[in-house]
């Protein structure tokens, strides 16, 4: 078949990259979201562009794709159109381009999750499995029909940047029996369960600060789910610490939550709700680097009854 994929960041890459290298399906154009302005000025290429341009395969950026890209993409004649990450939202009119449609790649066991940050999500709320989910594109987001699914165990340290990958690709896999089923006739398309749809909002900044009246699990949960971007934080003599991994420890206490309860040469325990702790295991003050706990505590170390948030 003749596809068009639409994708932006580096999740979609080992999907387009399988179905160039691994499939007997044709990629006749690649379509990404328009490059952005780096932090010193220099144009930043995103990794699906750059995978485009890797292959040469014909590349478009439109500023709105609802708007722009409907003759374009119509001339291509696409059979389907696969998206993956892409980040806009596809009108009635897109979506009725491709012989066969569009489908999507997501990044879980749909109707869990749906939205923008389903990863991120699996690994907050401390979930065990996730998955990829199949599915054909309508006008409401993520409700489509599935055609197929794949799911994966999380460790219980995993990071979303550590499961991004592995998820990636599974999604890589299984887009290219997807293509094939749907070629053959032989796709089946499920209907999602209403009743157990749930949502992955975007990550806020508001979610990024540590609560530590929350439990040691819940707050080494979101430690995990934001690593490696955009990054869990605490704050402590008004400048802010970033935390990038942390240890649930069997450590009871009945201090106020951000206490530090240690501080040694080696480790730094805190204070957590319910009578938790959390050994922080790599951080990163400001102005810094990012450091194992060890090398940190070389340099600055926190005097016991310090409280982190205030």
């Not at 010193?40 to 699906?48: E, L, Q, S």
Request: one cysteine or more; hydrophobic letters at 40%; aromatic letters at 6%.
């Amino acid at each position: 078949m003749r596809v068009i994929f639409l994708g932006t960041p580096d999740f979609g890459v080992p999907a387009l990259e399988n179905i160039l290298l691994n499939s007997r399906h044709e990629v006749v154009a690649v379509v990404c979201q328009p490059d952005k302005m780096g932090s010193r000025g220099k144009v930043n290429f995103c990794a699906i562009k750059q995978c485009a341009l890797k292959h040469n395969i014909p590349l478009y950026q439109f500023e709105r794709i609802s708007r722009d890209g409907l003759e374009v993409l119509s001339e291509l004649k696409p059979d389907i159109m696969v998206t993956a990450a892409y980040g806009q939202i596809l009108s009635q009119k897109v979506i009725d381009i491709p012989t066969h449609g569009i489908i999507n790649i997501h990044g879980s066991l749909l109707p869990q999750y749906r939205g923008a940050a389903p990863i991120q999500y699996a690994v907050l709320k401390g979930d065990k499995t996730t998955g990829i989910t199949i599915l054909n594109t309508v006008l409401k987001v993520d409700a489509g029909e599935m055609i197929l699914q794949g799911s994966l165990e999380i460790g219980d340290d995993e990071t979303s940047g550590e499961l991004f990958e592995r998820m990636a690709q599974l999604g890589a896999d299984l887009i290219v029996k997807a293509l094939d089923l749907i070629e053959e006739g032989k796709a089946v398309y499920t209907p999602q369960d209403e009743d157990k749809v749930t949502f992955s909002q975007k990550i806020t900044a508001e979610m990024e600060k540590i609560d530590w009246t929350k439990s040691a699990t819940e707050i080494h949960n979101l430690v995990r789910a934001l690593n490696p971007s955009p990054v869990a934080w605490t704050s402590v003599g008004g400048k802010r610490l970033k935390i990038f991994a942390t240890k649930v420890v069997d450590v009871k206490h009945d201090k106020q939550p951000g206490t530090v309860l240690c501080c040694g040469k080696k480790n730094l325990t805190v204070a957590c709700g319910d009578g938790t702790a959390l050994e922080i295991l790599r951080l990163q003050a400001e102005n810094s680097r990012c450091m194992d706990i060890v090398s940190f505590l070389c340099g600055k170390r926190f005097c016991e009854g310090t409280v982190f948030g205030e």
